[in-house]
């Protein structure tokens, strides 16, 4: 059988491999489009990909001895050579092709999406510099960890609420106080839909219809499985807490929320019983925070303040 068809058989296994070669460069081309879209490629995906590169150069080895197996005045190859290789061909075809193109039918989607960290969860190097905040720092994260409270942070606007309460949901992450931590910055004009929907993000939520977000977000964030903060930021009215799905009830297995704002009488209609308040950065600070923010031009800075203020009293002392 081998012998006879071995002709057909490697014409067979050229048509075949053919086949694998237009599969593998879509493959190729799918996963190219994942990676870029930062999505993980599945692992079934890649052994794919390496079981296809090896069988495609084991079968064209074999599909090059087909020119050298020609009769020639009489003179044929020989016919165990010829038998070894129908057989192989058949082999390759049947056994190797064949599940891998079905198996290239059945794989879907060739990635997963991924989770990425925020990039508000990244260090941010100017927090070093508030050593006036430790104090304040520690309390609040002593109060996400012990009470059953949610927490308030207030104090004058661009005093550094945010810097802090980002610092603080980083360093709950790090030390897995919490094992999620969601930020959101509300501002004046309150979108309770986005806020539904950044919450739903960070715990791997998806709303498949316009109806029912809250329920199904307060349901979700009920769960005692994972311990979730929610860190709403720069709070400027109050808004019903229920009209997103955040609990009423707080307990140190749940969900648990830290808010800032500019004024300790919002956070109190909030639930939070004891604001903390943020005092300003010291004189040392802030200038070390100027001269952070304003690298080498600060020299070039302060000559031009200096220049200024001369002017200006030459100015008003000539008249």
Partial sequence: MYLYNHRNNLDSLEK??????DAQEEVKNKVV???????????????????????????????????????VKGFCPNLITRYKHGKKAFEIKEHN????????????????????????????????????RDST?????????????????????????????????????????????????????????????EIAR????????????ASKLHERLKKKEKKILIILDNLWDEFDLKSVGIPDEVDDRGCKLLLTARERPLLEKMGCPNPLQIDSLNGDESWRLFKKTAGDHVIEFSIFLINTISITLNFFFFF
């Fill in 33 to 71: 489009a994942a990676d870029n879209n930062v999505e993980k490629i599945k692992q079934s995906v890649t052994q794919w990909q390496d079981e296809v590169d090896s069988i495609i150069h084991e079968a064209e080895q074999l599909i090059a001895e087909k020119a050298n197996d020609r009769c």
């Fill in 16 to 21: 075949e491999v053919t086949k694998l070669k």
């Fill in 97 to 132: 092709i064949s599940p891998l193109l079905q198996q290239r039918n059945d794989f879907g989607e060739v990635s997963y999406p991924t989770t990425l960290e925020d990039l508000w969860l990244k260090p941010d190097k100017n927090y070093d510099l508030f050593i006036s």
């Fill in 137 to 197: 720092f520690k309390n609040i994260l002593k109060a996400l960890n012990d009470a059953n409270v949610n927490v308030g942070v207030y104090g004058m606007g661009g005093i550094g609420k945010t810097t802090l309460v980002k610092e603080i949901g980083r360093q709950a992450k790090k030390e897995k106080i919490f094992d999620v931590v969601v930020y959101v910055e509300v501002n004046k004009t309150i979108d309770i839909e986005e806020i539904q929907k």
């Fill in 202 to 213: 960070n715990v791997g939520m998806k709303f498949e219809e316009e109806t029912q977000r």
